[in-house]
């Protein structure tokens, strides 16, 4: 599969898609979201009686001549929301697979540029060690987001990255504002889920994307292997291992994958989070119109 080029035509298919936020989120004025709440936008959505201190302008004459009664003409409200991706920047994530990288990095960029065609705020976070770096601010509008993503190649995966830390220690996650977004392999040591429970606690939406290569899921080892961990410290770390696979290891790995998707399922369903798990060699553009509109987060 060849890397995936963030380049005009990448980004003109993305333009049919918009992010899909729960209407029940707080958001800012002078965005494109929909909300439950009822604003000031030229979009009739109901009426409801006249109460004292409301504003007489709104009052439908029409109606008042009919039934002698004050209705006031209520519109919907649209606002705009904070998207936050953070994208896991460990050395699992791409320093030993180029191609692992990019498709990260790919996802992140196509989801920011749906969040700025929305007009909503964006923030890039890139999670390493302990903290996440956030080093282009606030986005608002495409011309800045082209500027941002100009700046992707300075950063590199390596190292650990502490999930749990870098979420809970981020000073503007929000309130009720917008969505979440995790991309990694959640190959971590970390409470990545207290990461996601910190999230909820803060009313946001989440969404968690983990993206893991074709030999991740299925490899095919056999015979005795050095298996060397590409965030081990040192080769004599005791992470990397001497090891001689066979068909039964191969099925008890198999097994021991599936059931550490199913759990990050099972936790995220029962917390309405949104999951997907995708493979590096499928097609970015069947994860997006396909995975993500499943999921509900595209529309």
């Not at 392999?185 to 910190?198: I, L, M, P, Q």
């Not at 095919?220 to 004599?236: F, N, P, S, W």
């Not at 001689?244 to 008890?252: C, E, F, Y």
């Not at 990050?264 to 995708?278: A, D, E, M, P």
Request: aromatic share 12%; proline share 2%.
């Amino acid at each position: 599969m060849k890397p995936i080029e963030l380049n005009d035509a990448f980004f003109s298919r993305l333009e049919t898609l918009s992010l899909n936020l729960r209407s029940s989120l707080a958001g800012y004025f002078g965005g494109k979201h929909l909300v439950k709440t009822y604003g000031q936008t030229v979009e009739f959505a109901d009426f409801r009686e006249y109460q004292l201190g409301d504003d007489i302008r709104r009052i439908d004459w029409n109606l008042f001549s009919r039934f002698e009664k004050y209705f006031l003409r209520l519109f919907t409200d649209e606002r705009q929301m904070q998207v936050q991706i953070f994208l896991d920047c460990s050395g699992s994530m791409g320093r030993a697979n180029a191609q692992k990288g990019n498709y990260c990095v790919c996802a992140a960029a196509a989801l920011g540029f749906l969040a700025v065609q929305n007009m909503d705020k964006l923030s890039f976070l890139f999670m390493s060690g302990k903290s996440a770096e956030d080093p282009f601010g606030t986005i608002v509008g495409k011309n800045a987001f082209f500027r941002a993503i100009g700046g992707f190649d300075a950063f590199e995966f390596d190292g650990e990255t502490d999930i749990e830390a870098c979420v809970t220690g981020c000073p503007n996650v929000g309130d009720n504002n917008g969505l979440t977004v995790l991309i990694s392999d959640f190959f971590t040591e970390s409470n990545w889920k207290k990461a996601v429970d910190f999230l909820c606690y803060k009313k946001r939406q989440v969404l968690l994307i983990q993206i893991l290569t074709p030999e991740e899921i299925d490899p095919l080892y056999d015979g005795r292997v050095h298996l060397m961990d590409v965030e081990a410290d040192t080769q004599d770390d005791a992470k990397n291992l001497k090891i001689k696979i066979n068909r039964g290891l191969q099925v008890a790995y198999r097994e021991a994958m599936s059931d550490f998707r199913e759990d990050i399922k099972n936790f995220c369903s029962k917390r309405g989070v949104g999951y997907i798990s995708v493979s590096s060699d499928t097609p970015i553009e069947r994860v997006l119109f396909g995975e993500l509109l499943k999921a509900g987060v595209m529309s």
